[in-house]
């Protein structure tokens, strides 16, 4: 039976992708946290956030959720764990990054159905991998077991071993140069069609196209086939393409597929003063570059019907960590090597003196019973609490209908 197709116009898309959006959260406390980023943004701007200690203001996820990290492949080919989604990025406070991603995990702990003790292990495991990562510059496994590390390691693994097909058929289910209409992908509007087209003519564009080492300098790209992409949970409802190239000659085109997206203001908090671009998709790009250079690389800033996006070429090894069920050894040992690569994207921003001070400063205020700050502890507890209240809520909501 063929797949329905879906027809909307730019106009009436926002409400379909709104409802999706709400469906989508009500999935799992997981799931929500994961696209309620404005609830802790809202947590930081109160009262609770000024408690927290003020790191050096660098380059900053500004959303560093387990799902914004994974495999990521560079120019080159090679392959690392980085940060892989900088939309909130901003120069701010490192413990904000901290503690989003200890929120992540204690949630994903309990999406598992583990003892509350998990939780307060991990959050030692996340601050010893994070100081171990600020000091040496790389994020160190904090076990030999392999087996602890298995949900982490499996897609590592994975991902060396893709090649175009594996992506192909993951994002557009074909391999043919044709990206299928239907419940993830729209069509077109004219307009979008004409603006496609013009900015994959500019010599900016083919640059990044052709900055793969195995393609050559002067090949030309040419747009295949173009839809607006249904993707994502919290940025659900912005700009999204998804762009099908042939690059080099008709006869023996290589294909590739190439993400647009919307970039719009930070929610996340920036510091005082800060020098960012001001234009919001030179601020992602940025980011990137600073925070995850294998990623920002493979980044170009441009304007798509006069707002900011952000283009990528999507490369087979690019994944995404999902970690839903976990035992207790392994989200222990994932905290702690989770926390070093972001420890090891701020490191890369500090010099030694101020990577020693920060590693100091997260080392006081630490209880008897607890070798993490006491700040980061409640912190982490106190969100848990306000976003479970919010996730049951959020299901009555929008799920019981």
Not at 43 to 63: E, H, N
Not at 247 to 263: N, Q, R, T, W
Not at 281 to 300: D, W
Not at 319 to 346: N, P
Request: with cysteine.
């Amino acid at each position: 039976m063929p797949k329905k197709i879906t027809e909307t116009t730019p106009a009436k898309r926002q409400a379909v992708l709104e409802e999706r959006r709400k469906l989508k959260m009500a999935r799992s406390a997981h799931a929500y946290v994961r696209g309620n980023t404005l609830q802790f943004y809202e947590w930081l701007t109160a009262k609770s956030g000024s408690r927290l200690p003020q790191g050096p203001p660098i380059w900053i996820c500004g959303d560093c959720h387990v799902g914004n990290l994974g495999p990521v492949a560079n120019a080159e080919g090679k392959v690392e764990i980085e940060i892989r989604d900088l939309d909130q990025t901003v120069i701010g406070n490192p413990a904000h990054d901290l503690i989003r991603l200890g929120l992540s995990l204690a949630t994903a702990a309990r999406g598992s159905d583990l003892p509350g003790v998990t939780t307060a292990l991990m959050m030692e495991q996340m601050v010893r991998g994070y100081q171990s990562a600020l000091i040496s510059g790389h994020a160190k496994k904090a076990t030999k077991n392999a087996k602890q590390l298995r949900p982490i390691e499996e897609v590592l693994n994975q991902a060396t071993r893709r090649e175009w097909r594996h992506l192909a058929q993951e994002r557009i289910e074909d391999v043919k140069p044709t990206i299928p209409l239907g419940e993830r992908f729209w069509a077109l509007s004219p307009e979008e069609k004409t603006e496609i087209a013009k900015l994959f003519e500019t010599e900016e564009a083919r640059k990044l196209i052709t900055s793969l080492k195995h393609r050559d300098d002067d090949a030309k790209v040419r747009v295949l086939d173009a839809a607006y992409w249904m993707k994502g949970c919290s940025s659900l409802g912005r700009l999204r393409y998804a762009v099908l190239l042939g690059v080099g000659p008709k006869k023996d085109s290589e294909y590739c597929l190439v993400d647009i997206k919307e970039a719009v203001r930070a929610a996340a908090p920036a510091a005082k003063g800060s020098d960012m671009p001001r234009d919001y998709a030179k601020r992602v790009v940025t980011g990137a570059c600073n925070l995850s250079p294998f990623l920002g690389e493979r980044m170009l800033a441009a304007k798509f019907l006069s707002r900011p996006v952000v283009l990528r070429e999507l490369m087979p090894q690019d994944l995404k960590l999902e970690i839903d069920q976990l035992t207790r050894e392994e989200a222990v040992a994932a905290a702690s090597y989770l926390a070093g690569v972001v420890g090891k994207a701020h490191a890369r921003q500090m010099d030694a003196a101020t990577r020693k001070r920060w590693a100091t400063e997260l080392g006081r205020n630490r209880s008897k019973s607890l070798d993490a700050p006491g700040w980061m502890w409640r912190s982490v507890v106190e969100l848990i609490a306000d976003h479970e209240t919010a996730y049951l809520e959020h299901c009555r909501r929008y799920a019981m209908a």
